[in-house]
């Protein structure tokens, strides 16, 4: 069946240390994978996406890694600013919907 | 930059009566989908919506739930006897094509709180 884990519910670093947040799927036949970033109160913001044909993915301060032989997906923040505080969901995507994970908080300290 | 808009933002309603949710995607996309939030857990899928038609539904959108693009611009989700375990976010989406194939693009959200 469909589902979508993220492997720590929490997560807290240091303002200008790299982060990582992991997520785990168990769909195999998966083809499309997002990372969504959710703040208080607002929908699910767009940060990057990968296709199961890739193993990386930049964008701006950010990198999606891939790996299906364990079924795994992490997003890379570098340098975390205090915006960057929110709840991050990897969401996988289906033929006509999106089946998100539990989400991580993630807490800049300054 | 375009972007999925969803009204009211707020809404309070007593159980048994009937709230539409108004979302206007994307003008360019052709897939338009509703979400829900229960606070404090994963999005879940709902519904999905393509060329006028239901294309996929989740066990929680029940006889209860219905979605209408009434024009060429809103995208609505009724439901039409509230319970009190529909309090939730309701999130709309969009894309310009399949979901495995272009992202989904998602509106501010309707706090939903059914008393």
């Known amino acids: 069946g469909e589902s979508v884990g993220l492997h720590l519910p929490t997560l807290s670093v240091q303002e200008g240390d790299n982060s990582i947040i992991n997520c785990a799927y168990s769909?195999?036949?998966?083809?499309?994978f997002i990372w969504y970033k959710q703040e208080s109160g607002k929908g699910p913001q767009f940060i990057i996406d990968?296709?199961?044909?890739?193993d990386k993915r930049q964008g701006q301060r950010v990198t999606v890694l891939l790996n299906k032989t364990v079924k795994h997906l992490s997003l890379q923040i570098a340098a975390t600013q205090p915006g960057d505080s929110a709840v991050y969901f990897c969401?996988?995507?289906?033929?006509?919907?999106?089946?998100f994970g539990q989400g991580t908080r993630l807490t800049i300290n300054p | 930059e375009p972007e999925v808009t969803q009204t009211p933002s707020h809404q309070v309603t007593q159980m048994g009566q009937e709230v539409i949710l108004r979302c206007v995607p994307i003008?360019?996309?052709?897939?338009f989908y509703w979400y829900r939030q229960i606070l404090g857990q994963k999005v879940e899928f709902l519904v999905s919506?393509?060329?006028?038609?239901?294309?996929?539904k989740s066990e929680i959108f029940d006889d209860q739930f219905s979605v209408e693009r009434p024009d060429g611009s809103n995208f609505t989700l009724k439901i039409r006897s509230t319970k009190l375990e529909d309090s939730a976010m309701y999130f709309c989406?969009?894309?310009?094509?399949?979901?495995?194939?272009?992202?989904?693009?998602f509106g501010p959200g309707t706090r939903l709180l059914v008393l």
């Open positions: 769909n195999s036949a998966s083809d499309y």
């Open positions: 989406a969009s894309s310009a094509s399949l979901p495995d194939t272009e992202t989904q693009y």
């Open positions: 969401a996988e995507s289906g033929a006509q919907k999106l089946v």
């Open positions: 003008s360019n996309h052709l897939y």
């Open positions: 919506f393509y060329n006028n038609e239901i294309s996929e």
């Open positions: 990968i296709r199961s044909n890739m």
